[in-house]
Nanobody, 123 residues
């Protein structure tokens, strides 16, 4: 099973940017669709963005569209989430996930998860 490790979280002021990375183990990374989810305290885990195995198809939640960009580098087994124009409501733990087929918006269709990286947007 693929193992995932996120990095790149941190604290940023409103309007700032962060780039999250998720490094995956294994030689079949390109066969997985990948996604970024987030979970704020007391809230359900929600999808932010997802991308197909070859990167040709992407999905964005309404809250992320036009501000965030998901991409992947299959040669480096890495998926990225570029987050611009960050808002306080983007504060959450961000998780990457791997699944078959897709990209999917449902968390129940992903079989592997990273440990998460915290993003805090505050002035």
């Amino acid at each position: 099973q693929v193992r995932l490790v996120e990095s790149g979280g941190g604290s940023v002021q409103p309007g700032g940017s962060l780039r999250l990375s998720c490094a995956a183990s294994g030689r079949t990374f390109g066969s997985y669709s990948m996604a970024w989810f987030r979970q704020a305290p007391g809230k359900e885990r929600e999808v932010v963005a997802a991308i197909s195995g070859n990167g040709g198809v992407t999905y964005y939640a309404d809250s992320a569209r036009a501000r965030f960009t998901i991409s992947r580098d299959n040669a480096k087994n890495t998926v990225f989430l570029q987050m611009n124009s960050l808002k306080p409501e983007d504060t959450a733990a961000y998780y990457c996930a791997a699944g078959q087929n897709g990209p999917h918006s449902s968390r129940y269709l992903y079989e592997a998860w990273g440990q998460g990286t915290q993003v805090t947007v505050s002035s």
